[in-house]
T-cell receptor
Framework: KQEVTQIPAALSVPEGENLVLNCSFT??????LQWFRQDPGKGLTSLLL?????REQTSGRLNASLDKSSGRSTLYIAASQPGDSATYLC??????????FGKGTTLSVSS | DAGVIQSPRHEVTEMGQEVTLRCKPI?????LFWYRQTMMRGLELLIY????????DSGMPEDRFSAKMPNASFSTLKIQPSEPRDSAVYFC????????????FGPGTRLLVL
């Protein structure tokens, strides 16, 4: 059974710092991996989607990498801002259908 | 587009009562997913539908939970009878069958069972 783990569970950084969020999964047979953002009391918003054949995806200050063989993904946030404060969730699509989520990393960026 | 619409946004009920959560997917989307989020277990898939047909309900925790999708624009998740351990945030998401990875989430229903 696929399990997705995110470390750390919470992270606090000062504004301007670069940071890395980690995600690991136990079964490398995935279709794709996504990073989502969740703001308090809100739904999830997809940030980046990496297909299984890709190694990384970039969007603005965000860069996500995928190493399927080792079952790892990272989300790199450059020059963090207070507006980046949220919970970041990693999810894998194993069967081309539903997503399996990690429990998330709650990020707090102080000004 | 209004996005995925869920109602109610908040629900407080007493143990033993019936709870019905509602979802309206994005127009044109033909896959619909129900998730439950708790601190302990994170976000878990309960059930999903393709073209109004339930495909995988293995995540539905107990017979007390049931979900229906009578048409392409409406789905319900019902809990009867409700228990305190059902307290969670319930999310609905929709996508195209051809692009299941691109799911759009609703704002969720925060359920508290006393």
């Amino acid at each position: 059974k696929q399990e997705v783990t995110q470390i750390p569970a919470a992270l606090s950084v000062p504004e301007g710092e670069n940071l890395v969020l980690n995600c690991s999964f136990t079964d490398s047979a995935i279709y794709n991996l996504q990073w989502f953002r969740q703001d308090p009391g809100k739904g999830l918003t997809s940030l980046l989607l990496i297909q299984s054949s890709q190694r990384e995806q970039t969007s603005g200050r965000l860069n996500a990498s995928l190493d399927k063989s080792s079952g790892r993904s990272t989300l790199y946030i450059a020059a963090s801002q207070p507006g980046d404060s949220a919970t970041y969730l990693c999810a894998v699509d194993q069967a081309g259908t539903a997503l399996i989520f990690g429990k998330g990393t709650t990020l707090s960026v102080s000004s | 587009d209004a996005g995925v619409i869920q109602s109610p946004r908040h629900e407080v009920t007493e143990m033993g009562q019936e709870v019905t959560l509602r979802c309206k997917p994005i127009s044109g989307h033909n896959s619909l997913f129900w998730y439950r989020q708790t601190m302990m277990r994170g976000l878990e898939l309960l059930i999903y539908f393709n073209n109004n047909v339930p495909i995988d309900d293995s995540g539905m925790p107990e017979d007390r939970f049931s979900a229906k999708m009578p048409n392409a624009s409406f789905s319900t998740l019902k809990i009867q009878p409700s228990e305190p351990r059902d307290s969670a945030v319930y999310f609905c998401a929709s996508s195209l069958v051809a692009s299941p990875e691109t799911q759009y989430f609703g704002p969720g229903t925060r359920l508290l069972v006393l």
